[in-house]
């Protein structure tokens, strides 16, 4: 869990390999089916354009579908779902049908600024989709796709006014998962402002830790 820009993708495919478990992403979910433009691809591509949420229903369905493949059969770490409350119940109810449960929820908390700086600087090859950071991940040549020559675009839902739009909604509506999963024991607070290799040892020993603990 975290805010917009919190490093949550980043984190969460490294933590996904050192535990050996599928990485399953929202986000990659909804990419594909706006890659394929299909009406639900496209109806989501409005949707994050203009930095609201996807409504629950679309991402309940595909998600929960998701954990039915058979290589989620011994653990799956979950990337931007739950968003909200009906989905968080959503999700317990799914797992309570299948005997299972969650061992741990990681929280990257950010300061918002210091995402919306992190998102304007994003840059991705519109041809080949490789992404690049301004600062931290930069092209060989400024703009220019070093996969393929292509010139370098900024998502619509990573210009400034859409962030700030994007963290008003997750504070309305994502922020209240914090004390929910806080008061069930289940919360791993991680300090996500540092450099991105400090934040994914941090997360590797706590959440051990929590395992430990459980």
């Not at 969460?12 to 009406?39: L, M, W």
């Not at 949707?47 to 039915?68: F, H, S």
């Not at 922020?175 to 040892?201: C, F, M, S």
């Amino acid at each position: 869990m975290g805010p917009p820009g919190a490093g949550k993708g980043t984190q969460a495919k490294a933590a996904a390999e050192r535990y050996a478990i599928p990485h399953v992403s929202s986000g990659d979910i909804f990419r594909g089916e706006i890659a394929e433009e299909t009406e639900l691809g496209l109806a989501i591509k409005t949707i994050l354009a203009a930095g609201d949420l996807v409504p629950d229903e679309i991402t309940v369905r595909a998600v929960v579908g998701r954990l039915e493949a058979d290589d989620c059969r011994k653990g799956w770490l979950l990337d931007g779902f739950p968003r909200t409350k009906p989905q968080a119940g959503a999700l317990d109810d799914a797992l309570e049908e299948k005997g299972d449960h969650l061992d741990a929820v990681v929280y990257l908390a950010v300061d918002p600024e210091a995402i919306v700086r992190r998102m304007g600087g994003r840059r991705v090859c519109p041809s080949c989709g490789r992404s690049y950071h301004v600062e931290h991940i930069p092209p060989k040549t400024d703009g220019v796709c070093d996969a393929c020559g292509a010139e370098l675009i900024i998502r619509d839902d990573d210009k400034p006014e859409t962030v700030r739009q994007r963290l008003a909604t997750y504070e309305a509506a994502t922020a209240p998962l914090i004390a929910y999963y806080d008061e069930r024991n289940l919360l791993v607070r991680v300090d996500g402002n540092g450099p991105p290799d400090e934040v994914r040892q941090q997360l590797f020993d706590q959440v051990d830790k929590q395992a430990q603990d459980g």
